[in-house]
């Protein structure tokens, strides 16, 4: 599976972005997929996922009322709507797949930066 996100940038505090990624390969297989993000000087963090069938979504704490997590199945595309940013939500967002026989996050995005500052 190859995945490749998109829809990164600089906003303002309070302000609103939507990112994407589009998976392609054995998207047929897939299980679910999440995004994560890594923040300068600091560790990778799950931010939200969803199961490929069904409508199953899960948050972090962080991302819980703010970030909305979907998917088109017939694009092979997942979205991270992020609303009500804050300059800690800066980091570089990274989208993840997890495919039916290992139910494990092995394919990975390049990542797409999200800088919230004024």
């Known amino acids: 599976v190859q995945l490749v996100e998109s829809g990164g940038g600089l906003v303002q505090p309070g302000g609103s972005l939507r990112l994407s990624c589009a998976a392609s390969?054995?998207?047929?297989?897939?299980?679910?997929m999440a995004w994560f993000r890594r923040a300068p000087g600091k560790e990778r963090e799950y931010v939200a996922s969803?199961?490929?069938?069904?409508?199953?979504?899960h948050y972090s704490t962080a991302a819980q009322g703010r970030f909305t997590i979907s998917r088109d199945n017939a694009k092979n595309t997942l979205f991270l709507q992020m609303n009500g940013l804050k300059p800690e939500d800066t980091a570089a967002y990274y989208c993840?797949?997890?495919?039916?026989?290992?139910?494990?996050?092995?394919?990975w995005g390049q990542g797409t930066q999200v800088t919230v500052s004024s």
């Open positions: 993840a797949a997890a495919l039916q026989s290992t139910k494990k996050y092995d394919y």
């Open positions: 390969g054995s998207t047929s297989s897939l299980y679910a």
């Open positions: 969803i199961s490929w069938i069904g409508d199953s979504t």
